[in-house]
């Protein structure tokens, strides 16, 4: 089951809707999802374009909700491990590891637009989808049964890169087992570009979509 998101009236959101670095795009957001920082790479490099959510300890009723049609990616160490990486994107994860307690100054350079949320209720059919991402099945498989009473989100994406990364400080309001984070001071998308061109976008959704929706 695929849903979209209504933009109107989200806190943290700009009103500038289309100022940004593209159509929709808003002209600046203070609204930040967390996620590890080697899938926010591959993301921005275009080698996926969706997310696997359940929900942080710290989540309302413990359950992620989509909420924000569009965000800032709060690129994360503490959690992300190698082994939940496929061997080929090893270096990948080499190239952004941090021992958490050095990062004093997070870079926030990655941008999305939700383009919709599946409900993922079938196990074989997320791992049909492994071509798609940087995860091992093992870690797939152990998202999907997470708290079986609790949809597993899939999240597809619309990536862009902003042209100057806005560095921010972890403060103890950002940190904690939660998803999202508004911060303190709006991050400004003018000049943001699209990770994959409009046709190479589509493609790669309409190959999620018809994995994801088969009867």
Known sequence: MGRRLDTAGRDGLSTGEGEGGGPGVL????????????????????RQVFLLRKGGIAEEEGEFRVDQPEFVFYPTYVHQ????????????????????????????DTYAVVEEVVEAADLTRLHKLS??????????E????????????????RVYRLPRAT?????????????????????????????????AFAQRVAALRAILKAN
């Not at 920082?37 to 921005?44: E, I, N």
């Not at 079986?148 to 597809?156: A, D, F, I, N, S």
């Open 81 to 108: 491990q190698r082994e939940h990486v496929r061997p080929e994107y090893h270096g990948d994860f080499a190239a952004v590891d941090r021992t958490p307690w050095t990062v004093e100054r997070l870079p926030l």
């Open 167 to 199: 560095e921010v400080v972890e403060t103890p309001e950002y940190r904690g087992c939660k998803s999202w984070v508004t911060l303190e001071a709006p991050v400004a998308t003018a000049g943001a570009a699209p990770v994959l061109a409009d046709a």
């Open 131 to 140: 071509e798609h991402h940087i995860w091992t099945p093992g870690y797939v």
């Open 142 to 157: 152990m998202r999907f049964r997470y708290r079986p009473g609790t949809p597993l989100c899939v999240m597809l994406l």
């Open 27 to 46: 002209g600046e957001n203070r609204v930040a999802l967390k996620e590890w920082a080697v899938v926010v790479k591959a993301l921005r490099e275009g």
